[in-house]
């Protein structure tokens, strides 16, 4: 059965710093799934943050987050991170991190497993 649980939501003002973690937990190769990040506000349809490809190689990004969010994976630790620089109040929403063994990383209905979200809230 696999798991993913996110950690280090929270409530920051703008212009603060937060960071996130989503360990998996399970029998499945970690390794060969890319990991994706998520958000969603209320009454929006769940966004594409970032993702990273399996084996740590290729970095997406969505333009709005592109120098201010980084991920990175630790395959080591089956663990996969999002560090989020220079938040905004639009950066406000439920985050989710999933896996996916397919070959795109945007859409979220090519996931196949997802963690159950962690709050980040950011004030002005």
């Known amino acids: 059965q696999v798991q993913l649980v996110e950690t280090g939501g929270g409530s920051v003002q703008a212009g603060g710093s937060l960071s996130l973690s989503c360990a998996a937990s399970?029998?499945?190769?970690?390794?060969?799934?890319?990991m994706g990040w998520f958000r969603q506000a209320p009454g929006k349809e769940r966004e594409f943050v970032a993702a990273?490809?399996?084996?740590?190689?290729?970095?997406y990004y969505t333009d709005p987050v592109k120098g201010r969010f980084t991920i990175w994976r630790d395959n080591a630790k089956n663990t996969v991170y999002l560090h989020m620089n220079s938040l905004i109040p639009e950066d406000t929403a439920n985050y989710y991190c999933?896996?996916?063994?397919?070959?795109?990383?945007?859409?979220?209905?090519?996931?196949?497993?997802w963690g159950q979200g962690t709050q980040v809230t950011v004030s002005s």
């Open positions: 999933a896996a996916n063994d397919r070959g795109s990383v945007y859409s979220p209905h090519l996931y196949d497993y």
């Open positions: 399970g029998r499945w190769p970690f390794n060969n799934y890319h």
């Open positions: 990273i490809a399996r084996y740590g190689g290729t970095l």
